[in-house]
């Protein structure tokens, strides 16, 4: 990374990311089967690698921050998938909707 967005990320690390649906999606996707990152249609346009750097720049941060109006659209996305892949992004889902409220260092609802 460059010098002026290393210094961003110091001056906001404290602060959080606000990380949108199509990035939220494919953080639950790639966390369940980095696999299926291609294979699932709200995320074929990315790659392994991509989710691999999203992983990485989030990292950086002490939290994400969200907002209600994303975590409804991810809800409403769920049933779109299939099988396994969907009871492991429901399951993730689900323990990041109770970090939203429980731990707000890590996760924070904007």
């Known amino acids: 990374m460059d010098n002026y967005v290393q210094a961003l990320i110091r001056k906001h690390r404290a602060n959080g990311v606000l990380v949108d649906t199509n990035l939220m999606v ?3 996707v790639g966390r ?3 696999r299926r ?6 995320t074929s346009d990315y790659t392994v690698r991509d989710y691999d750097l999203l992983e990485q ?3 950086e ?3 994400i921050v969200t907002t209600p109006h994303v975590l409804t659209e991810i809800s409403n996305l769920i049933p ?7 009871a492991s ?3 993730a889902h689900e323990l990041w909707g109770q970090s939203v ?3 707000p260092s890590s996760y924070h609802l904007a």
């Open 26 to 28: 494919l953080l639950l």
């Open 89 to 91: 992004i429901a399951e």
């Open 80 to 86: 779109e998938l299939a099988g396994r892949l969907k």
């Open 61 to 63: 941060f002490q939290r």
């Open 101 to 103: 409220f429980k731990s």
């Open 57 to 59: 720049l989030i990292a």
């Open 32 to 34: 369940a089967h980095k």
């Open 37 to 42: 990152i291609r294979e699932h249609k709200r």
